[in-house]
């Protein structure tokens, strides 16, 4: 029904910035709420940020103002701008959004991404 495409990943040495970017595609009314989460080596997954159709925001604690979110509702697209980047930022990037069926609009079901992996090393 949903397919969540992730690119932008990669290596980069710390303090340096990577963009991020998840394309949804396929059969859906809409989408609300789309959703940037991280798994590092051995740890659990945590909530990155979160953005609303209309463009509130949420940040996780962790990433004290370095992280930027953002959405093209037009190309049903979300982006995380990372600044700053330290090695606890090595982690797999997973987007997530919560999609409408396409027959009823008040029915919502939660979609992932597999995931773009972001490593942090000098």
């Known amino acids: 029904q949903v397919q969540l495409e992730e690119s932008g990943g990669g290596l980069v040495r710390p303090g340096g910035s990577l963009r991020l970017s998840c394309a949804a595609s396929?059969?859906?009314?809409?989408?609300?709420?789309m959703s940037w989460y991280r798994q590092g080596p051995g740890q659990q997954r945590d909530l990155v940020a979160y953005?609303?159709?209309?463009?509130?925001?949420h940040y996780g604690d962790f990433l004290r103002g370095r992280f930027t979110i953002s959405r093209d509702n037009s190309k049903n697209t979300v982006y995380l701008q990372m600044n700053g980047l330290k090695p606890e930022d090595t982690a797999l990037y997973l987007c997530n959004a919560d999609a409408s069926d396409p027959t009823n609009h008040n029915h919502y079901r939660t979609f992932w991404g597999e995931g773009t992996q972001v490593t942090v090393s000098s």
């Open positions: 953005i609303t159709h209309s463009g509130d925001t």
């Open positions: 396929g059969v859906f009314g809409s989408i609300t709420t």
